[in-house]
Nanobody, 117 residues
Framework: EVQLVESGGGLVQSGGSLRLSCAASGFTFSNHAMSWVRQAPGKGLEWVSFINSAGNSALCADSVKGRFTVSRDNAKNTLYLQMNSLKPEDTAVYYC??????????WGQGTQVTVSS
């Protein structure tokens, strides 16, 4: 059974930083591309970032480019999202998802990120 467990969310002031983690189990993590998506209050899912299975190619949405960095540790079966220069509009529930953009087949329960102005 695929399990994805996010952690690291919380309340932070505008301009602050957070590092999200996603612990993966139930599948061969190193064989799969992974993504981060988010859902702001009252809005639909928004793709945030993608990283390939080897961890040597990554993409981020324009809305977070230059502020967020996705990475992974295949030895630890863990996906990360380093979020810097956070803005109130980054407030959302953040999910890690198994698979590339728009082709996710599993995701976690999410972690809440709240950025105060």
């Amino acid at each position: 059974e695929v399990q994805l467990v996010e952690s690291g969310g919380g309340l932070v002031q505008s301009g602050g930083s957070l590092r999200l983690s996603c612990a993966a189990s139930g599948f061969t993590f190193s064989n799969h591309a992974m993504s981060w998506v988010r859902q702001a209050p009252g809005k639909g899912l928004e793709w945030v970032s993608f990283i390939n299975s080897a961890g040597n190619s990554a993409l981020c949405a324009d809305s977070v480019k230059g502020r967020f960095t996705v990475s992974r540790d295949n030895a630890k079966n863990t996906l990360y999202l380093q979020m810097n220069s956070l803005k109130p509009e980054d407030t959302a529930v953040y999910y890690c998802a198994k698979g590339p953009r728009a082709l996710y087949d599993s995701w976690g329960q999410g972690t809440q990120v709240t950025v105060s102005s």
